[in-house]
């Protein structure tokens, strides 16, 4: 049987709480929670054309471990919740080590597939901020032609908004990669060992 084309989506975390989704080519998806990248990573039925990951993909050696992106970010849309811009320092190592493993999971299988990095919190915040935080995923599938029930869990709901930054960024309408100007204590997101790596931003 033909593997159908799809978007993934993860929001790396801990036991139970790593959400991943796959989102098709007529809006609908297909999501859950599961352990670890690995298991991410076999969950995938689809033919990936792009990947969002809401985790950093790149590092900083600078205080706080801070990155141009998330500077620009937080003075931007200021810094509170939901959708926090954490400095890289501040974050629970599942995340980051998860993240990063579910990239090598995916380029191990799939070689040249595109990966973004994703802020769906802040992103939800920024897209629609007259909207109620309760209502703003529903206004998102609206407005986006998502198709996801409204009783997933929090991390399969940030899963479905990184495949979508994957297939906004990557088809390109969404214009701006966060990932072209860094400060100079950053890894190079073109050349260093996860390379190529984005951060495809709405605006």
């Not at 790593?18 to 080519?25: D, H, K, Q, S």
């Not at 790149?58 to 810094?79: E, I, M, P, Q, T």
Request: glycine share 8%; proline share 6%; with cysteine.
């Amino acid at each position: 049987m033909d593997r159908p084309p799809v978007w993934i989506g993860a929001d790396p975390g801990g036991t139970g709480n790593f959400g991943i989704a796959e989102l098709f080519a007529d809006g609908t998806t297909r999501t859950d929670c599961v352990s670890s990248a690995h298991e991410a990573a076999k969950w995938i039925e689809g033919t990936p054309r792009g990947a969002g990951i809401d985790a950093p993909m790149w590092l900083s050696s600078a205080k706080r471990g801070d990155r141009k992106a998330d500077v620009c970010l937080r003075r931007k849309y200021g810094n509170t919740s939901p959708g926090k811009v954490l400095a890289i320092n501040s974050l629970y190592g599942a995340v980051l080590a998860q993240g990063a493993m579910f990239a090598v999971e995916l380029r191990r299988r799939f070689p040249e597939l595109p990966i973004t990095e994703a802020h769906p919190g802040l992103f939800l915040r920024a897209r629609f901020p007259s909207v109620d935080e309760r209502q703003r995923f529903d206004e998102l599938k609206r407005h986006y032609g998502i198709q996801a029930a409204s009783e997933i869990s929090d991390h399969e709901r940030d899963a479905v908004i990184a495949a979508l930054a994957a297939r906004e960024g990557f088809s390109g309408k969404w214009p701006r990669d966060l990932a072209s100007k860094r400060f100079p204590e950053e890894q190079d997101s073109a050349t260093y060992w996860l390379a190529p790596m984005h951060y495809w931003w709405f605006e």
